[in-house]
């Protein structure tokens, strides 16, 4: 198993931007994948970017986010990164991240949340227009 605690959420106005954090704990040297998720009222929980924890070396992201989104990992500090520019109004959700352990192919797999057995709490993000 592998615990997962999101940070650096809140209430910021359109066009600004906020950095998201996940710290890992436990089992990270298993994770082969992680990503990020959200999921706003009445809506069911969204696919957002997800990365190959050991190299980073495969990104995938929803195309409501790709340019202005930026997934990124420390290993160093078993921790997963989510840059947010340009937020609009439609951003606002509870972001969760989430951890898998199976291998996959990060670019036509990893955008359902059944793909992923860990997650976090959440952190909520408020876009004002």
């Known amino acids: 198993q592998v615990q997962l605690v999101e940070s650096g959420g809140g209430l910021v106005q359109a066009g600004t931007s906020l950095r998201l954090s996940c710290a890992a704990s436990?089992?990270?040297?298993?994770?082969?994948?992680m990503g990020w998720f959200r999921q706003s009222l009445g809506k069911d929980r969204e696919f957002v970017a997800t990365?190959?924890?050991?190299?980073?070396?495969?990104?995938n992201y929803a195309d409501s986010v790709k340019a202005r989104f930026t997934i990124s990992r420390d290993i160093s500090k078993s921790t997963l990164y989510l840059q947010m520019n340009s937020l609009k109004p439609e951003d606002t959700a509870i972001y969760y991240c989430?951890?898998?352990?199976?291998?996959?192919?990060?670019?036509?797999?990893?955008?359902?949340?059944?793909?992923?057995?860990?997650w976090g709490q959440g952190t909520q993000v408020t876009v004002s227009s």
């Open positions: 989430a951890a898998r352990f199976e291998p996959m192919n990060i670019r036509t797999m990893g955008r359902h949340p059944a793909d992923f057995g860990s």
């Open positions: 436990g089992r990270t040297a298993s994770t082969y994948a």
């Open positions: 990365i190959d924890w050991t190299t980073g070396g495969s990104i």
